[in-house]
């Protein structure tokens, strides 16, 4: 797999992973998953582009865009795209919270 095709083949494999599941739990697996990628790529820097880039098609596939608890606000804060990123901003400013 090229790093290229990384996010967007890792991201349907952790998509079908996580959409059945609570955002506590996909949290849970998502912490798994960055560590399992952190030892495929073990490159930090390679690694710090490659994982919120996999972050941001993965929730694209869920398709949940209003956050709803703390759980998702953290892993919409890991996300390459801008827009998650200051979803999840709004989230914690809204609830006295930080990342």
């Known amino acids: 797999m090229q790093a290229e095709q990384l996010p967007t083949e890792l991201a349907q494999i952790w998509a079908r992973q996580l959409k059945p599941l609570g955002w506590e739990e996909r949290i849970l697996l998502m912490n798994e998953f960055h560590e399992n990628l952190k030892e495929m790529i073990p490159d930090f820097g390679e690694f710090c582009e490659v994982f919120p880039a996999i972050v941001t098609e993965t929730l694209n596939q869920i398709d949940e865009s209003e956050i709803s608890c703390d759980a998702q606000a953290h892993i919409y ?13 709004t989230w914690f400013r809204a609830h006295n919270k930080s990342a």
């Open 77 to 89: 804060a890991n996300s390459a795209d801008e827009e998650h990123r200051q979803l999840a901003g």
